[in-house]
């Protein structure tokens, strides 16, 4: 008779491999941190704060992979002929953190992750679903919430009647320790170094749970085994070719996040900027072109609204991010569609947005609105395509619009978000991004390439006689510091190249810490480097 195989023991054997990568790490690092906004989901259940695990490994290791992989993504080392290789960039990404493969191609993770939790949770719903006076059911929010940040959380709501209640967030306040291990890696490596890099910047602008670029599960390093934590400054985002807005600091990060999401959500939907206004307490009529855009694609009758937007057929708004649903409530306007992306004629379920809304910790100890602008070329090389949403049986969709038809070329000097929607917009504020950065922050530059009449001239170069030069080597970054602590940068491959062109001689006060010389810069850009003969 055969004999019974044992029964495998999968919860011991995954803690026992667990315990075993854990010793494997040969040095160890600790923060301790607290939550400092609301927190949406994070848990194994979409949308659902789990109780006794809140915070999980498993998704702070992805937040950090992530982040390397946009702080790398033009090092020159992982470029092809001047331009960035996703296959260098992927195998260097693999060789860190690890990826599936068979014997031969499996990649452990040089990185460990671990979690300890230090206070429970408070769960509390950000909205309450409450009856009318005319007995129909409505969605209340509390104060300390935000609508817009918050809306996937608000429940269900069908015919007057509550179907769905509304999700609870964990609120700020939630303390926990990360234990960041590494193995095969020593302190000063590169690696080691680059892994660190993710960590500050995923400390300084991204966060835990669901919805972090619209500032939910922002957090903040309250002690570091390290000594005080440093986060990223705004002089090292402009190193890294990135943008970082900041409006007049506040006393608490709360109310810092709540002042950046208002900024975007009155962007997008406040009467007299992004909507008409209206005599009732009904929303006005919008002013962006989307919705009369999916009126003429469904040739929709609309006796109420009918199509009035001079701009045609475009979608600004999904350079914020995709997808979007429109909802219409007039019988005779369209059914419920959805705007998602198309990537390389394949359509795609996301496109995230390249915008953060967050708060910012000053050096003051006070608190900025804050806005992150990261790299947006995917958005305009995208297509987008209308679908039907639900079960919506609009006619003549699914429709795409190719790109520079969606929103024609931010050069065209007949297309901008001034014109379309907001008239009190600078006018060469040519698509909605750089159109929001302007309301956001009035100092933004302006759209790139956007030459259109009623731009403000060109910045004239200027010569810094004794400028102090440094090189970042871990991203070959050349900055330039000159009369009054300005800042001019060269990117990555472009300082690379400038550094190699220097003397030996600059070349090695560089290395021991600056050298001095003339910088010829054009606004942030530096463009050269002229030695003394």
């Known amino acids: 008779m055969a004999k019974a195989a044992p029964q495998l023991d999968i919860a011991a054997l995954m803690q026992d491999v667990q315990r075993a990568m854990d010793d494997s790490a040969a040095v160890w690092q600790r923060y301790t941190c607290r939550l400092l906004t609301p927190m949406y989901g994070g848990g194994v259940e979409p949308g659902v704060v789990d109780r006794l695990m809140p915070i999980r490994a498993t998704a702070i290791r992805g937040q950090l992979r992530a982040w390397w992989r946009l702080l790398n993504r033009r090092r020159t080392e992982y470029c092809r002929e001047g331009k960035p290789d996703s296959a260098l960039l992927f195998a260097a990404e693999r060789e860190i953190w690890g990826g599936l493969g068979d014997e ?27 009856r009318k006076a005319n007995g129909k059911v409505g969605v209340q929010w509390l104060d300390w919430a935000s609508p817009y940040a918050m809306f996937p959380a608000q429940g ?64 903040e390093v309250t002690s570091s085994a390290n000594g005080e934590f440093a986060y990223v400054s705004s002089a090292e985002v402009g190193r890294f070719g990135l943008q970082l807005l900041l409006q007049p600091a506040v006393d608490s990060a709360l109310a810092a996040w709540q002042s950046a ?11 007299g900027v992004a909507r008409d206004k209206s005599a009732g307490g009904d929303p006005g009529r ?18 109420r609204h009918p199509p009035r937007h001079a701009a045609g057929a475009v979608f600004p708004r999904a350079a914020f991010g995709l997808p979007i649903v429109f909802h219409f409530k007039d019988d005779d306007d369209p059914q419920d ?76 000097p007949g297309w901008s978000v001034q014109a379309a929607v907001d008239p009190s917009l600078p006018p060469h504020r040519t698509d909605a991004l750089t159109a929001f950065q302007s309301r956001f922050s009035p100092a933004a ?89």
Request: glycine share 8%; hydrophobic share 40%.
């Open 104 to 130: 031969k191609t499996l990649a452990v993770s040089k990185v460990v992750v671990k979690v300890t939790i230090l206070s429970s949770p408070v769960l509390e719903a950000g909205a309450r679903h409450k």
């Open 156 to 219: 269900e709501v069908n015919n007057g009647q509550s179907k769905k209640p509304p999700a609870r967030f964990a609120r700020e306040g939630l303390r926990w320790e990360i234990h960041l291990g590494f193995r095969e890696l020593t302190a000063d490596s590169a690696q080691f170094k680059s892994v660190e890099e993710a960590f500050r910047w995923w400390a300084t602008f991204g966060g835990v749970g669901a919805r972090t670029r619209r500032g939910l599960g922002a957090f």
């Open 261 to 271: 999401v208002c900024a975007l959500r009155s962007f997008r939907q406040q009467p």
């Open 286 to 303: 919008s002013r962006w072109p989307e919705a009369d855009a999916i009126r003429r694609t469904v040739c929709s009758p609309s006796r």
């Open 337 to 412: 569609t959805q705007l998602v992306p198309v990537v390389d004629g394949q359509r795609r379920d996301r496109m995230a947005s390249p915008l953060i809304v967050r708060p910012y910790r000053a050096a003051s100890g006070k608190w900025h609105p804050a806005l992150l602008c990261l790299p947006s070329d995917h958005v305009w090389t995208m297509a987008v395509e209308l679908v039907n949403s639900g079960r919506a049986m609009n006619p003549h969709l699914p429709k795409q619009f190719a790109r520079g038809v969606w929103w024609p070329q931010v050069s065209d």
């Open 445 to 533: 530059p302006k759209s790139p390439g956007s030459g259109a009449s009623g731009s403000p001239p060109e910045r004239a170069e200027e010569r810094w006689p004794k400028a102090r030069i440094t090189v970042n080597t871990h991203n070959g970054t050349v900055t330039a510091v000159g009369p009054h602590h300005r800042e001019a940068y060269a990117l990555q491959e472009m300082g690379e190249d400038m550094h190699k062109k220097l003397s030996p001689l600059a070349r090695s006060k560089i290395a021991r810490g600056f050298f001095q010389a003339a910088a010829i810069v054009k606004g942030k850009e530096l463009l050269r480097i002229e030695e003394d003969q």
